[in-house]
Each structure stands twice: as C-alpha cells, then as structure tokens.
C-alpha cells in the first residue's frame, strides 16, 4: 500500500539553527503538501511541492519526484516553530485521499 | 475565513456508548472530510462527502457512519465505542477542482478518550 515515511520522527535545536526534515514515499505522488501543526492547534498547510523546489519565508521544500523523496528546511528557527511537521502525498490516480507520514516532533529551544 | 471548526474539543465516552462529533466549516466547500489520529501514527482517512455523497473507506467501513444535513456540517457517528476508537478526530473540507486535488482546511480536531 501507499506509505509515508518521516525522518527524524523528533528533532531538538537551538534557536536559530536550522531544520532538516526528510519525507520519502512509496508511490508517484501527484501532489504533496507540508502541515504544520503546534501544539493543541490545527493542521495548518505550509506548502504544496509536487516536484521542484518552493520558498515561503524561512521554509524550503525540495521535492524529487524520480526519488520519491521530500525535504522540508527550516531556516534560523525560532522557539514558535515548535510542533509537529506532517508530510502527506496525494497518489494512485485519488485526487482527494491523503496520505500522511506519521510526522516530525520538532522542539526549539531558546 | 478559512477555519473549520469542531465540537466538542474533548469528548469521554463509555463503552459500548453512542458518540456524535460534530464539524463546522462557513467556505461553501463541497467536501469534507475526517481523519482519524492515533499517538505514533498517521492521520488516516476514514470517509468523506462531496456534497450530499458519502464515501467510507474500505477497512472503516463498518465502524463510523456520517450525515450531512447541509453543506456546511458534518458530523462523525459512532454508534458503540470501544476503546479502540479513543484517538483524535480532524474534519476537513476542500473545494471542488473539477478532478483535480484541491487544498483541505482542518480543524482543531477532538479528542476522544473512551473509558
């Protein structure tokens, strides 16, 4: 079946160092998209990133299609990015299932 | 106003008991949707509706019924909880793109605990 797999599952930095969060998926995606969630909050969608690469803010996603991998890069991180960083892909010819990662627990300490 | 709410944000329920959750959304989106989240693991879908058309997913099938009474609520119905089911709930809804993947809005979610 269809799997997204997260790495690291948590992740501690320092304010200001930067994030590195991989997503790698078992089937072509034809749409992928980051959430973020904080704690007690909504999932909140922070980039749709098929193929290529996007820019939003301190965010940048690397997605390789070919490779069926993601990255997701966090730059200068701030105690407010704290929170879990779900990945999910949308494959096999569905236009609405998505299929989540179990997530990134990332923690910012000041 | 992108928000998608739910209620309640908390919810414990008995063994055995009926449970009604609740989803909001004020986007005149035609589809909503719910997760289901266990600690560890990923947020699965269980069912959506495009408007009035419910669709379950094949190996939930039998365990979460739905209604839609307008295009701006859906509820989550279960109707004997077992401890299995404690776990967050997420509703989301989404446009209709003719075909296409179209971006879904969550909500908050509810946490269900079933003792």
């Known amino acids: 079946g269809q799997q997204v797999q997260q790495s690291p599952s948590s992740l501690v930095l320092q304010e200001g160092e930067n994030a590195e969060l991989q997503c790698n998926f078992s089937s072509t995606a034809t749409q992928l998209q980051w959430f973020y969630q904080s704690p007690g909050g909504s999932l909140v969608s922070l980039l749709s990133?098929?193929?290529g690469t996007k820019h939003t803010g301190r965010l940048t996603s690397t997605t390789v299609t070919k490779e069926r991998r993601s990255s997701l890069h966090i730059s200068s991180s701030q105690t407010t990015d704290s929170g879990t960083y779900l990945c999910a892909i949308v494959s096999g010819g569905s236009n609405y299932k998505l299929t989540f990662g179990k997530g990134t627990l990332l923690t910012v300490t000041p | 106003d992108t928000t998608v709410k739910q209620n309640p944000r908390y919810k414990l329920a008995r063994v055995g008991k009926p449970v009604n959750l609740i989803c909001s959304q004020t986007m005149n989106h035609d589809t909503m949707y719910w997760y289901q989240k266990k600690p560890n693991q990923a947020p699965k879908l269980l069912l959506f509706?495009?408007?009035?058309?419910?669709?379950r997913e094949a190996d939930t099938f039998e365990k979460f019924q739905s209604s839609r009474p307008n295009n701006s609520f859906c509820s989550l119905y279960i109707g004997s909880a077992g401890l299995e089911y404690s776990a967050m709930y997420l509703c989301a809804s989404s446009p209709y793109w003719g075909g296409y993947y179209a971006e879904q809005f969550f909500g908050p979610g509810t946490r269900l605990t079933v003792l």
């Open positions: 990133n098929p193929s």
């Open positions: 509706y495009y408007d009035k058309i419910l669709n």
